[in-house]
């Protein structure tokens, strides 16, 4: 007796491949017969922690082609520099107090405003802050610079 193996994976892998076409023109349908579908999925993603996160890059990386900056930090070593606080803003010297990681905002040392064009930004010039302390600190700097 001769054993049949079958791979779905396979299989549908060999489908999309012969039907691209079909797939195509059928998802251009769905979108047209349910435009409200797309823009339920991308508000829902927006306010996903994910989503916020992604638009924040965005920006940041918006903000810094424009004047030539770089970042020369991986997100991983942002979410360190985050669990080491373990919640706490450090912007509050004498009282601190519990925000949450994922309330901490990217914070940068030197604002991006005060900068020359071409300037590197390292894991070192950001730091966490919470809403509140980012935004009161405005475009000044650390005080202890």
Not at 43 to 51: E, I, N
Not at 70 to 75: C, F, K, P, Q, R
Not at 103 to 112: A, M, R, T, Y
Not at 113 to 126: A, C, H, L, P
Request: glycine share 4%; net charge positive; with cysteine.
């Amino acid at each position: 007796m001769i054993k049949i193996t079958f791979n779905k994976k396979e299989c549908m892998k060999k489908w999309r491949k012969d039907n691209r076409e079909y797939i195509l023109e059928y998802q251009k349908q769905w979108r047209k017969d349910n435009p409200n579908s797309e823009k339920r999925k991308i508000k829902k993603y927006q306010q996903s922690l994910k989503g916020k996160l992604a638009k924040k890059k965005v920006d940041n990386k918006r903000r810094m082609k424009f004047k030539n900056i770089i970042e020369n930090y991986t997100y991983n070593e942002w979410f360190e520099k985050v669990d080491k606080t373990k919640g706490i803003c450090p912007g509050y010297k004498r009282n601190p107090h519990f925000v949450g990681k994922n309330k901490l905002e990217l914070d940068h040392i030197i604002p991006i405003s005060k900068v020359e064009d071409g300037f590197e930004y390292t894991i070192d010039d950001i730091q966490p802050l919470c809403k509140s302390c980012n935004s009161s600190k405005g475009n000044r700097g650390n005080e202890n610079e």
